[in-house]
């Protein structure tokens, strides 16, 4: 079964596309994308049981997917590179393969699962270095907001289970084929962090044992269809 958040994203974008491709204006352009997303190793580290300890993880290949409006700024732009400015919808998904919680000592913690997904929007400035040919290298960065959903179980069902909103920013390298003049496929490479991201530590029986916090980051790769209006 699909998670709920994943259906929520999934939904938005659907409905933003459908909007989007009603109502932009010329000179805008409507991205879609879906790829590749790696989350770093995490160490979730805070009180738990009245003293400090930490859970760390190891994460599974996942998937990512997102939509983004934009349009390119002349007064930014000349004829060698090209500023844009764009609203990025995106979400991300990577199931857990291993914990290690300090507290039982060295060694992996038995019967893990669960996943840890994101949902952000971000607003990115990307810079377009302009060539005579079809191929466009690009680069940026975006800042915005992720709200992360963590549902971490290990051992007897003790749970990391919880979610949070936190600034969050990317770094963007990429590049794009154009088809036609209203048609590219985009390669882009993505570097994701959301900061202090915190969450509760449940027993079995569902009691508050602690709270945890970590930054998380992921790699993406993505390939996607840009429309020019």
């Known amino acids: 079964m699909l998670p709920r958040s994943f259906l929520t994203a999934g939904a938005l974008v659907l409905g933003a596309t459908s909007l989007s491709a009603q109502s932009l204006p010329d000179g805008y352009y409507l991205q879609g994308f879906a790829g590749y997303s790696q989350l770093d190793d995490t160490s ?50 990577n199931d857990v393969s291993g914990l290690n919680f300090s507290g039982n000592g060295p060694g992996a ?55 949070d909103t936190n600034f969050a920013a990317q770094a963007i390298a990429g590049v794009s084929y154009a088809l036609n003049d209203q048609t590219s496929i985009v390669f882009d490479a993505r570097y994701a962090r959301a900061f202090d991201v915190s969450s509760p530590r449940l027993s079995p029986a569902g009691a508050l044992t602690g709270t945890v916090e970590d930054d998380l980051s992921s790699f993406n790769l993505n390939v996607g269809v840009r429309f020019n209006f």
């Open 44 to 93: 979730f580290s805070g009180s738990i049981g009245g003293a400090p300890q930490s859970v760390t993880g190891d994460f599974d290949d996942g998937f990512g997917l997102g939509l983004s409006v934009g349009r390119e700024i002349t007064r930014w732009s000349n004829d060698t590179i090209g500023t844009r400015l764009e609203l990025e919808l995106s979400y991300r998904n």
């Open 109 to 163: 913690e038995t019967n893990v699962s669960g996943d840890v997904s994101s949902t952000s929007i971000f607003a990115n400035v990307l810079f377009d270095f302009k060539q005579t040919g079809a191929w466009t290298p690009f680069a940026g960065f975006g800042v915005g907001a992720t709200r992360s959903d963590l549902d971490l179980v290990y051992g007897p069902g003790v749970r990391i289970d919880g979610d």
